[in-house]
């Protein structure tokens, strides 16, 4: 054995317990607890894990509840206004820091601190902004304009939509990151060439430049849908999924039956439910991205 590789080994050593050691623990954690909470969905279990077999009871008894049943249309009204207007928010903030602005760092510093935040200090203060006696319709009364109305906290039509402008303001730093390194990747011979052709700067990005952000835009709406389906303590912090059920959405269910109402079955039920939904997403996402390799290395 060589020097060189006696020197080697410590390093090696190294690298497998910085990086190998958590990622296997991490993984092993993750199967764990998803197999044992799929077992406990099969299970009579209430406020004690126990054994048993009662079939797909738990499942059915969940997808017939109408809390369930509430918080899965919410999801679908809060992922998709989230989703969208969250990555067109991101792209729209890329492309004004795209243009070399003066300041540009101090402004992508003050775009991407809101992911610096959790949730649960997010939800607590846009619950004090959005509250009719002490935030936004409170102080533009005292201002005057006392015929003003801004109650969508306590409304229950609008109040999912409360969810959606903290989500917004939370993510879309996130979209505006990985649409402006896209940007910032397109080659400068095709903006040249453009500009050679006469196009102008609107022609530019919706011809040239936005055309290419698609795999990047890809990845930001499947990140952003896994925001959306897992959301919890955003909905818990701001509205407690009130007025009522107006913003219930599925992880406080599962919350609602495992702490709440003591049934560990149905709540483990609801979060393997809530875990195949977030597979509808990410295995297709996972198979484009493996197919877009393979057709790469084809070449």
Do not use: C
Request: net charge positive; charged share 15%.
């Amino acid at each position: 054995m060589t020097t060189r590789s006696l020197l080697e080994r410590p390093r090696r050593l190294a690298e497998f317990l910085v990086i190998w050691v958590p990622l296997l623990l991490s993984a092993g954690h993750v199967v764990l607890f998803t197999a044992w909470t799929t077992w406990m969905s099969f299970t009579p279990s209430t406020l004690m894990p126990v054994n048993g077999w009662v079939g797909w009871r738990n499942y059915t008894s969940v997808l017939g509840t109408r809390n369930w049943q509430i918080a899965f249309d919410n999801l679908l009204l809060f992922g998709a206004g989230f989703v969208i207007l969250t990555a067109l928010t991101g792209l729209l903030l890329a492309i004004l820091l795209d243009q070399r602005i003066r300041g540009e760092n101090v402004l992508r510093s003050i775009f991407l601190y809101p992911m610096a935040v959790s949730f649960v200090v997010t939800g607590t203060v846009w619950s004090w902004l959005l509250n009719p006696g002490m935030g936004i319709q409170k102080l533009v009364n005292d201002w005057g304009w006392t015929g003003f109305r801004f109650d969508w906290l306590v409304d229950r039509d609008m109040a999912i939509w409360t969810i959606v402008i903290a989500g917004i303001w939370q993510a879309s730093g996130f979209a505006m990151a990985l649409f402006l390194a896209g940007l910032r990747s397109v080659e400068g011979d095709l903006i040249k060439a453009a500009q050679i052709d006469g196009a102008g700067p609107v022609r530019i990005y919706t011809r040239v430049i936005l055309p290419t952000l698609w795999p990047i835009a890809v990845a930001v709406l499947v990140i952003l849908l896994q925001f959306a389906i897992k959301t919890f303590d955003l909905v818990r912090a701001l509205t407690g999924g009130g007025p009522g059920l107006a913003t219930q959405l599925p992880a406080l269910v599962v919350y609602d039956f495992m702490f709440q109402r003591g049934h560990i079955g149905r709540g483990s039920a609801a979060a393997v439910l809530m875990l195949l939904t977030l597979l509808f997403v990410l295995l297709p996402y996972g198979g484009w991205k493996y197919y877009q390799q393979r057709r790469a290395a084809r070449g």
